[in-house]
């Protein structure tokens, strides 16, 4: 029996529920209520703290052997747009964000057909050596993954290789559906869920903090979703290496699963992020993710378990190239603004959660 009243029981008494109940949370109407029982498991993690950091994203490369049917970023070598950034480009871009008061670069780009993973520990080194105050918490397991086919290392000898060059923690992206029959549909020549997950255990087990996505509203049900956190939750149990978790709302424009699939509602966002908050007990940290989200969907969201805003970003290409709306960065001082208009804490966090200064 999945009542609302029972579930409701369950998350006041601090227990965990099951999948066919946060399938049950999808299926109601009441967002409020539901929204009430997440900032109830948030205010238990966070109280009224609400984290954000000063970062910057850089994108090294957007060609891509994989070019899935959803990303509007990726190219293909000599198509239009194509590029490549030389390192002594993403090195300035490094020096300037650690001028600007950024902890962290978050970097993460395409499958490029003909660097060498060498290229990537040089990037590593040279991002330590020219911005050393800077946390590097780059590449997704499908990248450590590819990396590990062209080297012919193993997943381990490549992350033990990059932690040596810099490497200080992972992004989640990559994850999408882990459900294979999604993955089937909206990139098939991806790694697995469950290849995914291997090495994300794998990058905990030496130590990484990584972070956890998932990719909505595109050809997914619910069933997908809350599966695809259960698989999630579990990996969780075992290695308590995820830091975060970022549902990423899908922006359809100049993708070829656009087609006739719309934006996600606010409705679904609200909801998406509540019961993630709900359902991953064992996640210190539900983010909002207001590149995708839009600020004001992001801003709405404190009141709805999230705890996390993620950072001032600087330049968006992922999103941005598939048509999001929201503006480029955010100013610290714009973050700031919009967590207290919320009621809320602002507290500017290193990537690791560590408070640096409460506002
Ligand atoms: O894996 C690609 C997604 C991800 C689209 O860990 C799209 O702190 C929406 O993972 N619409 C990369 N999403 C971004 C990412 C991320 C972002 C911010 C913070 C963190 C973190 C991680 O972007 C990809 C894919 O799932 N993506 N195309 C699109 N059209
Ligand atoms: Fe390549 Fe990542 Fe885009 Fe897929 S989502 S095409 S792997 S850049």
């Keep these: 029996m999945q009542s609302f009243e029972n579930i409701s029981e369950k998350v006041r008494n601090n227990q965990r529920i099951s999948s066919d109940e946060a399938l049950a949370l999808y299926a109601s109407n009441d967002l409020l209520a539901i929204g009430e029982l997440a900032a109830l498991a948030n205010e238990r993690k966070n109280g009224s703290q609400v984290f954000f950091n000063v970062n910057r ?50 970097m993460v780009g395409g499958l490029h057909p003909e660097l060498p993973f060498e290229f990537y520990e040089e990037v590593l080194r040279a991002i330590r050596r020219v911005a050393p105050l800077l946390h590097i918490k780059a590449f997704t397991a499908v990248e450590i993954e590819y990396f590990s086919r062209i080297s012919g290392l193993s997943i381990e000898q490549v992350l033990q290789r990059l932690i040596a060059a810099g490497l200080g923690s992972m992004p989640g992206g990559g994850a999408e559906i882990l459900v294979e029959e999604v993955r089937t549909k909206i990139c098939p020549e991806k790694i697995s869920g469950a290849r995914w997950l ?25 069933a997908d979703r809350v599966l695809h956190m259960q698989m999630l939750r579990d990996l969780q149990d075992e290695t308590g290496g995820f830091q975060a978790f970022i549902p990423l709302a899908f922006q359809p424009e100049n993708s070829d699963l656009k087609l006739d699939i719309k934006a996600t509602s606010g409705l679904d966002d609200l909801k998406t992020l509540a019961i993630a908050r709900i359902f991953l007990d064992n996640f210190d940290h539900v983010k909002a993710y207001w590149v995708m989200l839009g600020e ?21 290409k992922i999103g941005h190239d598939a048509g999001a709306a929201s503006p480029q960065a955010l100013t610290k001082e714009g973050i700031i603004t919009l967590i207290r208009k919320a009621g809320k804490i602002p507290v500017e966090r290193d990537t690791l959660y560590r408070p640096l200064r409460v506002f």
């Design 198 to 222: 291997e090495i994300i255990r794998l990058a905990h087990l030496a130590g990484l903090k990584t972070n956890a996505t998932m990719l909505y509203g595109h050809v997914e049900g619910f």
């Design 296 to 316: 004001k969907i992001a801003q709405v969201a404190l009141a709805f378990g999230v705890n996390d805003l993620d950072g001032t970003v600087v330049e968006e």
């Design 57 to 106: 994203h850089i994108n090294p490369t957007n060609i891509c052997v994989n070019r899935c049917a959803f990303c509007a970023f990726s190219r293909t070598t000599g198509e239009e747009g194509a590029y490549t950034l030389a390192l002594d480009e993403i090195c300035r871009r490094a020096v300037e964000a650690e001028g600007e008061g950024a902890t962290e670069v978050h």
